[in-house]
């Protein structure tokens, strides 16, 4: 099993629309937790962090469960340019090491 | 506020051959982490560098080894390449023992073995 899975997609979704991802991890000692993003043939970019209480960055709402060792990410209003891989990463118990999820591909339509 | 750097951008190579990869970190961070991306996966933890020593190492076979000068800047090497090391090789840099604060990715070396 994956330390971190994802559902790879792709999501075909039209402009406008909401969409969400989900990731669940296998490390309950985990510490950290977040998305990046991640354009066709670029390094990953930071998204947001994701805390247990729940965090918002606009259009982006993320949510961690502990409990559950499961991780969402939701967008609303899609945009064109939101297509791109979204990549779910937890840290381990130090924090100084990142597990990525293999990705989840978002294609968003005119 | 130059961000991390990597060299070459592409490379290819021939099965057996020895590779260097090299990478400077952001202005202001001491810790460097290298990650193997192979093509439709997430990028895979190799090792990470700190005051020029090994910290921490991934599931990564000794061929792959290491380097961090007093610059902070590093080195990847990959001994007798395999079909398989063909990947995108990422750098990432950060201030150790406050990685929470951020890691910021180099543009990656794309490396084909043939």
């Known amino acids: 099993r994956k330390e971190v899975e994802q559902d790879p997609g792709p999501f075909n979704v039209p402009e406008g629309a909401t969409v969400a991802f989900n990731c669940t991890y296998s490390n309950s000692a985990s510490q950290s937790f977040f998305w990046y993003r991640q354009d066709c043939r670029k390094e990953p970019k930071l998204l947001m962090s994701?805390?247990?209480s729940g965090n918002e960055d606009g259009r982006f709402t993320a949510q961690l469960n502990r409990a559950s060792q499961y991780i969402s990410l939701l967008i609303r209003d899609s945009k064109l340019s939101d297509s791109a891989t979204y990549l779910c990463v937890v840290t381990n118990n130090a924090g100084n090491m990142l597990t990525f999820g293999g990705g989840t591909r978002l294609m968003v339509k005119p | 506020d130059a961000g991390v750097t990597q060299s070459p951008t592409h490379l290819i190579k021939t099965r057996g051959q020895q590779v260097t990869l090299r990478c400077s970190p952001k202005s202001g961070h001491d810790t460097v982490s290298w990650y193997q991306q192979a093509l439709g996966q997430g990028p895979q933890f190799i090792f990470q560098?700190?005051?020029?020593?090994?910290?921490q190492r991934g599931n990564f076979p000794d061929r792959f080894s290491g380097h961090q000068f007093p610059n902070y800047s590093s080195e990847l090497n990959v001994n007798a390449l395999l079909l398989g090391d063909s990947a995108l090789y990422l750098c990432a840099s950060s201030l150790y023992r406050r990685e929470l604060y951020g890691y910021t990715f180099g543009s990656g070396t794309r490396l084909t073995v043939v």
């Open positions: 560098y700190y005051e020029e020593e090994e910290r």
């Open positions: 994701v805390y247990s």
